[in-house]
């Protein structure tokens, strides 16, 4: 691959994404493609149609990508939640252009994908990295026990918008899907949604469908994610855990938990570096892959403790304190074992470092996307 031949469909000082995400994203891998000596540019330092290949994390850029994709040039649309969760609809508006390439962050999907749009092929699993020289810890104090980052809705004011859109039936079996997510969290929504209404007819039109999958799935993740998200804190509320996220976050605060404001995802790293516990519970939106947020929080060593998710858990093994994500009866217990047990949380810290430093860096994707590139660009 030349030098001359990628360009990022962002602006280099943007803000992309809740809390500026999505710009960590495009200046991580920039440094990585940069490590691996290719320049790549920014979209407002060169004419995103001169460049044979483009990347975008979710839609950034889409202005460019119809006259892209015309004129036979590749673009590769990174989405880093599940392709179903948001932005399906634009997708599936390029899905038939043939040098459009779709990066999923969720391994789950190409199940979906293929019984949807079985002749689309170009996907390829390319899960999210960290910095380390942006995260890495630099010797802060210690100071915060236990510290979460999130974002919350009311899962209640989600089911009355959902109960004024669909149907009877179609809200009662989004209900019963609901109910059988909370008792089986890691429960893969496609096998549900299979189960409930594709296998009782095999004669189904996919196409009649992929609208109704990619609705209950936005609205099931969303409402499971937030629930969880307000179980597990009222669970913790005798330890107490500092919160960041929306202000709708002090509504739900009780006992020792304290909501301590917005943070931009930037700002966000004093506050790992100062934690000794950094509390996760990963998205069910997400729920098969690596999320950077537990990345970001080894490289700052604060021990990690969370659900433990089918990636998550095949990742780093008994290297993170997993809790039970069906009832949290037992997430005071793993919390307070870590913060009364310093060489327990160094140990389980520096053996996930190991595994991040080895396998999940910006560099290590940067790498992974050159391969597909120089195959799909000869």
């Not at 109960?163 to 549900?192: G, S």
């Not at 998710?309 to 005071?332: C, H, R, S």
Request: hydrophobic share 40%; with cysteine; proline share 3%.
């Amino acid at each position: 691959m030349t030098n001359s031949n990628l360009v990022l469909l962002a602006e280099e000082n943007g803000e992309y994404g809740v809390a500026n995400i999505l710009s960590l994203f495009f200046n991580g891998i920039k440094k990585g493609f940069d490590n691996q000596n290719i320049s790549c540019t920014w979209v407002n330092e060169s004419k995103a149609s001169n460049s044979q290949t483009s990347l975008s994390f979710n839609v950034s850029g889409l202005e460019y990508w119809k006259e892209i994709l015309e004129r036979d040039f590749h673009h590769i649309m990174w989405s880093v939640d599940s392709c179903f969760y948001q932005n399906f609809h634009i997708i599936k508006d390029y899905l038939h252009y043939p040098n459009f390439h779709l990066f999923i962050t969720e391994k789950s999907d190409p199940e979906a994908l293929n019984y949807f749009f079985p002749e689309f092929k170009n996907y390829h699993y390319i899960p999210p990295a960290t910095d380390y020289n942006l995260w890495k810890y630099k010797n802060e104090e210690k100071d915060l026990d236990i510290v979460y980052i999130a974002s919350v809705r009311d899962p209640e004011e989600i089911i009355k918008e959902v109960k004024q859109t669909l149907p009877p039936n179609l809200f009662e079996d989004f209900m019963q899907m609901f109910e059988f997510l909370q008792d089986n969290p890691h429960y893969n929504v496609w096998h549900l949604y299979k189960e409930l209404f594709l296998n009782i007819n095999d004669n189904v039109d996919p196409q009649k469908h992929n609208y109704l999958f990619n609705y209950l799935f936005r609205n099931l993740t969303n409402v499971l994610s937030f629930t969880k998200r307000i179980q597990m804190i009222k669970n913790m509320e005798d330890i107490g855990v500092k919160i960041w996220g929306n202000d709708i976050w002090a509504k739900y605060i009780s006992g020792k938990n304290e909501y301590m404001g917005f943070l931009r995802t930037e700002n966000s790293i004093e506050i790992l570096h100062r934690a000794k516990i950094s509390l996760n519970l990963q998205s069910l939106q997400i729920l098969n892959t690596i999320n950077e947020r537990i990345l970001n929080s080894i490289l700052s060593e604060s021990a990690v403790l969370c659900d433990a998710a089918p990636e998550i858990k095949k990742t780093f093994g008994d290297n993170l304190m997993y809790y039970d994500v069906k009832n949290f009866t037992n997430i005071k217990q793993k919390a307070l074992s870590l913060l009364k047990n310093k060489d327990l949380r160094e140990y389980k810290v520096q053996k996930a470092k190991e595994i991040v430093l080895k396998d999940h860096t910006w560099d290590s994707r940067a790498k992974s996307i050159l391969e597909i590139i120089n195959d799909f660009q000869k």
